[in-house]
């Protein structure tokens, strides 16, 4: 898999652009609203930008493998904050058409702000919880690929996610290296869900940075109607966690 430095480098200049662009823009804007702990100029690039650079692969080839792949790929960023990775993958591929979802305002009046300020007409902005957008007809199994960064463990990411992607399509999260705890509880999530982790690999280095996995999952299955459930369960009782907090969402239809 290429690194983050050939990625840049085979990005037309018009891309490259628009994300300094969107870098300026999140840089300045941080100052007054908190759209990353990461502040300076330069860390935002690196560790933002770069960062979500390094799904391009994984994106290109889910793209590629769709039933269809010269109909435009359609992605979600759930709990996309300032745009990472959404934005930064949606500059880089105008072709994709991106949908950013957060349940902030004004995270996403800031990035329908910076959209139109770059020229990027394949964003489109959503505010709302993911439990109850993954039960909107418009959004669920809409989705040929799924994104979320630093928002949940792994199970609750599931639950708020997979709902989003269609059968046969992909989710992609990046996580952390410690991750074997998230990983077995996932595994109990992922076939409640309708999805299959086939792979949770290392992503080549890009310098001094933390490593990252990324997690990959298809949507082999359905969703069953039950998940998501109600705003606030899947973190307070996440899928897989061991037997006290075991819930496949049938208890909480009683409720
Ligand atoms: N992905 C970004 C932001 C991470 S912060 C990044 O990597 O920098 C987590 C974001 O997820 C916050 O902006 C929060 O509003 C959003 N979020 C958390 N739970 C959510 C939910 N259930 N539905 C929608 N957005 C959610």
Known sequence: MADAGEIVDSLPPASLDRLHRFADALAETNQHLNLSAVRAREGIWRRLILESLRLLPAIDAASANRPEPTTPATLIDVGTGGGIPGMALALARPEVRVTLLDATAKKLAFLERTAADVGATNVTCMHGRAE????????????????????????????????????????????GIALDDELAAAEVAAPLLGGRIIEASILPGIGSEVETRLVVLRKTEHTPRRFPRRTGVPAKQPLGAGSRNQDDGRADRTK
């Open 132 to 175: 109850a957008l993954g039960h909107d007809v418009r959004f669920r199994q809409a989705f040929d690929l799924v994104t979320a960064r630093a928002v949940a463990a792994l199970p609750v990411l599931l639950e708020l996610c997979l709902p989003f992607a269609r059968v046969g399509g992909t989710s992609l999260f990046p996580k």
